[in-house]
């Protein structure tokens, strides 16, 4: 559980709250690389205020209000921790708002689009459309039918190709990175190919 942060919005109200917390948030990441909130649904509610901190302490301001019970941050920057917490809104007043929920996300950067087989007879060749802001791409291999868990690193590259030293069938992902500075290091969500015969 976050401590209270400093900004009014922080202040408990005396009111016993009309609208529960929400409850079961969950979060993922588009192809963009924002981060998604996912959250089960309230009765007694107009909507769903979210506010965002770069500082679990600091202040937090509204970046977003949502009627249905999912949001994606849209301006938070590539790499970082933001601090959020997502406020129920009571259908009668603002006084019977609910607590806020507070979690915290990571962003990322935006996945590799457009990833082709440009294999020749005699090597797997992967291609993929260059990342705005990556300062390279990690990639992973595994069996044609293999899950994710089992892909491994079999290499790193800054270009916008891979090729592996022969034809063979194969599954590949992958995963744009940038150098956050200060041992951080923003990942992209994977893209997938399998290499079929030739």
Known sequence: MLPE???AFSTV???TCDCGQIFDCETSYNTDGKVVFNWGFRKGTTGYRIYRSGYQ???YKLIGETKSNTFTDKTASAGYYYYYKIVAVSSRSNYADSAPYRITAATTIPAVKNLRDAST???NIIKWDAVKGADGYLI???DFNCSADDMYLVDEVTG????AGGRYIAKYAVVAYKDCGND???LSVPEYI???PY
């Open 57 to 59: 302490n600091g202040t």
């Open 160 to 163: 916008t190709s891979y090729s």
């Open 194 to 196: 399998t290499i079929l």
């Open 184 to 186: 951080r290091v923003a």
């Open 121 to 123: 007879s005699s090597k």
């Open 13 to 15: 109200v005396s009111r």
């Open 5 to 7: 942060g400093n900004s």
């Open 140 to 142: 992973y291999m595994g």
